[in-house]
């Protein structure tokens, strides 16, 4: 559907390394980054809203790059709504069709009212509108005009919590309805929500792309562990065959194997289990150490363990905390799985 | 807004008292003792009336053309950052800063027949000195800056976001100027046509220069204050300022009418 080819931006204050990738007919596809990172830009980019200082778009297999951004065929929807404050919702949504001759626009638009419910709503002033509806409205004022692609920038995150899990469920109704759509975010829960592959960009440059799932569990780089909340990450030294020697001098078991060497060992917090001090001595990958700091991280605790100067991170519920009685202060045991163990850099992170 | 001491609140009502009564009692003081017979009597004048009725048209036809040329440059002020913007902003303020007499003398050194400009008009079959059209050419100069940075702060209000997304959805640059970022803009254009033609309504120093015949009414007030005393030019004052009042309160009434969305308004930072 959309390639880039070598795409690049320079603007003072912010470059785009040559980026390459492409997004399918009917996918949900995520790009996903830090505030800052250039996502936002990329999209306008792509619109025709800005100029991309080098590399091509081909869309549908028609190279797009010099195209104006009326000829495009690529809404945009933005976090901030964009709604045009002089016009009632109605015209709106109604506001790219006089630029369309397809009658098929019509049509289009009574199943979109139906869809994202916005019937109630036709003619009303967009002030007066709650933020979830400010972004259907603008959602249906995207797809009125039955554009190749969706663009989505950060859509969810100036919504409140309710209003976020409501339009999540109507972007997945609106891929599933086959709207391709391409999405940037800074949230990772988000890309795990929606998504199916993802590109991960910080300070300008892709640094992996991939199935959701894969990126999560297997990133690449430092940047990319350390954005998908992979917290335990450390220099280590592969020593054998499926060991790893951390700086403290514990060994630890790993499923992956590769080259002896300097590496870079990374466990995501959630899968270490803690567990109280049995007194029974360590065992393959299970840890002693003491409990430094529990910090509040929402609905769940983060619990830091010192293991020999290692700190590791790791997350329990409060009832889990309470039926264990950790405190800073008490022993505590942790278990990590073999296949938890990921080496990020060392190469590759072989699978 | 937080609670305020009486302190507070009679530093404040003084001071901002000094600066409305500071513009409030000349005209006041000039309405009272204003001659009202003389004032009909002026009124009749046909002099007094073409003076009046010169000094309103030249105003409009020198803000017609600012507009036309202004707007343009306003908005690439509001949207685009290059290299020489600081010094075009500058020199947009010019006005502001020379000397009335200044610029008439500028403008004169200009125009006159013996110039580039003024042979070319001369060419043309115009005439830029003591002229309707020498009238004009000064107004535009020293009302250029009320209109174009009022009206470049008007579109710099509008989100430019607004305008990616009417062109993304298809609109091309000239609809989305004149339906999106134009309607929005208008309470704030408004403004800046005002005052740019009350500016140009006012002027005196640089049309004397040019232009003393024929003439527009502060130089016809001028003339009967030197000729006749205050008597007989404080009744064209009182004229002039009824005229502008009329025309500011009606523009006014207007652009409040109108607009909901314009710079300033509430609306903007809910």
């Known amino acids: 559907m959309i390639r880039l080819e070598e795409l690049s931006i320079d603007l003072p204050g912010f470059s785009l390394k040559p980026l390459s990738m492409s997004v399918s007919e009917g996918e949900c596809f995520m790009i996903v980054g830090p505030s800052g990172a250039g996502k936002t830009l990329l999209l306008e980019v792509l619109a025709g809203l800005q100029p991309a200082s080098g590399g091509k778009i081909h869309l549908k297999n028609r190279n797009i790059t010099n195209i104006p951004p009326e000829k495009r065929n690529l809404s945009i929807v933005y976090q901030d709504y964009a709604l045009f404050p002089h016009l009632s919702v109605e015209k709106n949504i109604r506001w790219g069709l006089r630029f369309r001759t397809e009658k098929s626009s019509g049509r289009n638009i009574d199943h979109l009212l139906d869809l994202l419910k916005l019937r109630d709503l036709l003619h009303r002033d967009p002030e007066t509108l709650s933020g979830g509806e400010k972004q259907r409205v603008a959602l249906a004022r995207a797809l009125a005009v039955d554009p190749d692609i969706l663009l989505l920038d950060e859509p969810l995150s100036a919504l409140d919590t309710l209003f976020r899990y409501e339009l999540l469920d109507y972007l997945r109704k609106l891929n599933e309805e086959g709207i391709t759509i391409l999405m940037v975010t800074h949230d990772f829960g988000e890309v795990l929500a929606l998504g199916k592959r993802v590109a991960v960009l910080i300070d300008g440059v892709l640094e992996q792309t991939g199935i959701v799932k894969d990126v999560f569990n297997y990133p690449l780089t430092t940047e990319v562990a350390k954005f998908v909340g992979m917290s335990n990450i450390w220099t280590a030294e592969k020593t054998g065959e499926h060991q790893v020697l951390l700086p403290s001098g514990r060994q630890l078991s790993t499923q992956l194997n590769g080259e002896p060497g300097p590496c870079i060992v990374g466990i995501r917090p959630e899968e270490i289990v803690p567990h109280v001090d049995d007194g029974y001595g360590e065992r393959e990958n299970m840890l002693a150490g003491t409990v430094t700091s529990i910090v509040h991280r929402g609905a769940i605790m983060e619990m830091t363990v010192d293991v020999d100067g290692t700190p590791f991170k790791t997350l329990v519920t409060t009832s889990d905390l309470v039926r264990k009685g950790f405190e800073v202060g008490t022993k505590a045991k942790l278990e990590v799985r073999t296949e938890s163990v990921h080496i990020i850099k060392n190469g590759r992170n072989q699978k | ?270």
């Open chain 2, 1 to 270: 807004m937080w609670t305020r001491s009486w302190r507070e609140r009679w530093f404040f009502a003084g001071m901002s008292a000094f600066i409305i009564i500071y513009v409030i009692l000349p005209l006041f003081t000039m309405f009272a003792r204003a001659d009202w017979k003389i004032v009909v009597q002026t009124a009749m004048d046909p002099v007094v009336l073409d003076a009046l009725w010169r000094s309103v048209w030249t105003a409009g036809a020198s803000t017609a053309v600012i507009a036309l040329f202004g707007t343009p440059l306003a908005y690439i002020l509001a949207r685009r950052s290059f290299k020489w913007k600081a010094t075009i902003e500058a020199v947009i303020d010019l006005p502001i800063m020379v000397p009335h007499t200044v610029a008439g003398i500028a403008i004169l050194m200009t125009v006159s027949p013996k110039a580039p400009v003024g042979s070319a008009l001369v060419s043309m079959g115009l005439s830029p000195i003591n002229s309707n059209l020498g009238i004009v050419i000064a107004c535009i100069f020293v009302s250029i800056p009320f209109y174009v940075d009022a009206t470049r702060d008007a579109f710099a209000a509008v989100s430019p976001r607004l305008e990616k997304v009417s062109r993304n959805l298809g609109a091309p640059f000239g609809y989305t100027f004149f339906h999106v970022t134009l309607p929005l803009a208008r309470r704030g254009i408004l403004s800046g046509l005002i005052m740019s033609w009350a500016r140009a309504v006012s002027e005196f120093g640089a049309i004397v220069i040019i232009s003393y015949h024929p003439m527009v009414a502060p130089v016809l007030i001028y003339d009967r204050f030197a000729t006749f005393g205050l008597k007989y030019s404080s009744p064209i004052a009182v004229q002039l300022i009824l005229i502008s009042l009329v025309m500011f309160i009606l523009l006014r009434v207007f652009a409040v009418g109108e607009s909901r969305f314009g710079r300033g308004d509430s609306s903007d930072q809910a």
